[in-house]
């Protein structure tokens, strides 16, 4: 079976002739977007080449937290984990949302303190995180064996279910009146005196003055129709589920080689935290420089391979006609083969470290693309070059946690209104003002 099972969403059959806003992308940010927008009372129409949440949305782990983020995106975290809290309320459907807590165990005393000057991020929050010690983790942990001088534990973190979210919130969506078009490409946007003035779909035009891409992995090669240079690449993260497990723990944790979290089915999904798959294609020679910098920090957890993707790029067209089916309509979903060799080595050290997922069989794998920045920064923004064509993409593996914040934001930004937090790091001017564009290391 091919990726996740997700809760379905059936697309609506009517076009709109004309809407306030198109969102391009049913992932949990473009959902979240079309959501806050249909709430201000904007027209809004969402455009999904394949089904909603159907890529990485429900192909991520499955944590909110707050806990090891960039300290640029804190305020915006905290936005979210506030969010989170009501979401299954505010949409009537279940995300799977518990106030779990989230353990990052420490290695070494290194690491420790580095965990330890991070929380300094916190201060003004309010919310409940701490640094605990060895024999603090195995009482909060009965029957593991971590080999950990401490962790740093965030009570104030939570779990979702992927597979859940995404579709809660597009239904949501879909009540407050936005149309729901999934199987819907949108093969470009048409400019009336350089201004957006709509979209061409696959099944048509649709008049709009604003739109917002929020296409994941695919939104470089989105941008490039509109002559818009947007540094990005894409990293493969393979991802398993096991068979119920009884007694095993309720908070997520990142240990030294893997990572895990509770299901609501009972078992845990569980990936390495170390081995993550960077194909190598055209873009990568493209932006090597750009990313320079983010490959320096996270070398020890990349494995770089050259593979058939690099030719499936190179053949992918970077402009087509409107009347012409686009990659878009002959890649519905992105599905790539997850690696069992992977998979086998987490569960080993999950085991290892958690006794009581010896009997655990790995249920079901998969893998899913993560589309990422040079600075592992989302950009949440308006382009200046195109009135009223907007960006909410490059999460960099954050997304999921982020989605509902995100949403928010980009709603604030769109409208006009005061926004949730200041969004001038996520701005997309960043990659042409001159800015530092890096990842925070040291954490």
């Not at 003055?209 to 690449?233: E, H, I, K, R």
Request: overall charge neutral; some cysteine.
């Amino acid at each position: 079976m091919p990726g996740p099972f997700v809760v379905p969403v059936h697309g609506d059959i009517e076009l709109p002739k004309e809407v306030d806003c198109i969102v391009i992308g049913g992932g949990i940010v473009g959902v979240s977007t079309a959501l806050e927008l249909a709430e201000s009372g904007l027209r809004v129409a969402l455009c999904e080449k394949g089904g909603i949440g159907q890529e990485q949305s429900s192909r991520n782990w499955g944590w909110v937290r707050i806990s090891r983020r960039d300290p640029r995106e804190i305020p915006l975290m905290a936005e979210a984990l506030r969010l989170w809290t009501s979401l299954s309320a505010r949409t009537g459907r279940d995300t799977g949302y518990a106030r779990a807590g989230i353990i990052f165990t420490c290695a070494n005393d290194k690491q420790y303190e580095q965990y330890k000057s991070w929380r300094r991020h916190l201060e003004g929050y309010q919310l409940e995180s701490q640094m605990i010690g060895a024999t603090q983790l195995r009482d909060l942990l009965p029957g593991s064996n971590l080999d950990a001088k401490g962790a740093l534990y965030t009570p104030a973190d939570g779990r979702a279910e992927p597979q859940k979210a995404a579709p809660a919130i597009a239904e949501a969506a879909r009540e407050r009146g936005a149309s729901i078009l999934t199987e819907c490409a949108v093969r470009g946007v048409e400019t009336t005196n350089g201004a957006v003035s709509g979209v061409v779909t696959e099944r048509g035009f649709i008049a709009c003055n604003a739109v917002v891409l929020a296409g994941g992995a695919w939104s470089n090669l989105f941008c490039g129709t509109l002559s818009l240079d947007l540094p990005q690449l894409k990293a493969m993260n393979t991802v398993f589920r096991t068979t119920p497990v009884e007694n095993g723990p309720e908070q997520a944790v990142w240990g030294k080689n893997f990572s895990i979290r509770k299901r609501q089915d009972g078992g845990y999904t569980i990936a390495s935290t170390n081995n993550s798959a960077v194909d190598i294609v055209p873009s990568s020679f493209r932006y090597a420089l750009d990313f320079l910098p983010a490959w320096k920090t996270e070398w020890r957890s990349l494995s770089f391979r050259l593979g058939s993707r690099f030719v499936e790029e190179a053949r992918m067209p970077s402009r087509w006609a409107m009347d012409e089916a686009s990659p878009f309509e002959y890649c519905r979903v992105l599905d790539p083969k997850p690696s069992n060799k992977i998979s086998q080595c987490a569960l080993l050290d999950a085991r290892k470290a958690f006794p009581v997922l010896d009997k655990a069989m790995i249920a079901q794998r998969w893998a899913g693309y993560i589309d990422v920045t040079p600075d592992a920064l989302p950009v949440i923004s308006a382009v200046d070059a195109i009135p009223g064509f907007y960006v909410a993409t490059g999460f960099s593996g954050h997304g999921f946690g982020l989605g509902p914040a995100a949403g928010k934001l980009m709603a604030d930004i769109v409208t006009g209104r005061s926004p949730i937090v200041d969004p001038t790091n996520f701005r997309w001017s960043r990659f042409s003002d001159g800015t530092k564009v890096a990842p925070v290391s040291g954490f």
